[in-house]
């Protein structure tokens, strides 16, 4: 484990096993599958984001870290099919978490019917 200078609190760790080719366990880099966030992203939130990106990708390439933190910076993620705000919200904090994002990263957030109409 290593200390994330960004956020000073421990950053996990993806395992061996995840499947990104790996030896033993690593940081998570936008390289990896998706389930190299497993650690920091619930399973069915993790599964909920897997079934929505292979559905909007037409190529049947594995989904990647890079294709999750693609979507999140264009403010794409919140508006793909089964993402609401709680899920939204559990990526937004694992990609924190494992260091990928900063609190500078955020990306704008689409106003709801009734903030639109203030």
């Known amino acids: 484990m290593r200390v994330s200078p960004v956020s000073y609190h421990v950053v ?5 096993w995840c499947g990104c080719g790996a030896a033993d366990e690593h940081e998570t880099g936008p390289g990896c599958p ?10 069915r939130v993790l ?3 897997v079934l929505a990106l292979s559905q909007e990708s037409a ?6 870290v890079a294709d999750v ?3 999140y910076r264009s403010g794409e993620l919140a508006s ?5 705000p709680r899920r939204f919200a559990a990526v937004e904090r ?3 978490i494992a260091g990928l994002i900063t609190r500078r990263d955020r990306p704008a957030r689409r106003l709801s019917g009734k ?4």
Do not use: E, M, Y
């Not at 996990?12 to 061996?16: F, I, K, L, V």
């Not at 190299?36 to 619930?42: A, G, K, N, R």
């Not at 793909?80 to 609401?84: Q, R, V």
């Open 59 to 64: 190529s049947p390439r594995p989904v990647t």
């Open 47 to 49: 599964d909920r984001v």
């Open 69 to 71: 933190l693609s979507q």
């Open 115 to 118: 903030a639109a109409s203030r």
């Open 94 to 96: 694992g990609l924190f």
């Open 34 to 43: 998706i389930r190299c966030l497993d650690t920091v992203i619930p399973a």
């Open 12 to 16: 996990p760790r993806a395992w061996s």
């Open 80 to 84: 793909l099919p089964g993402i609401g």
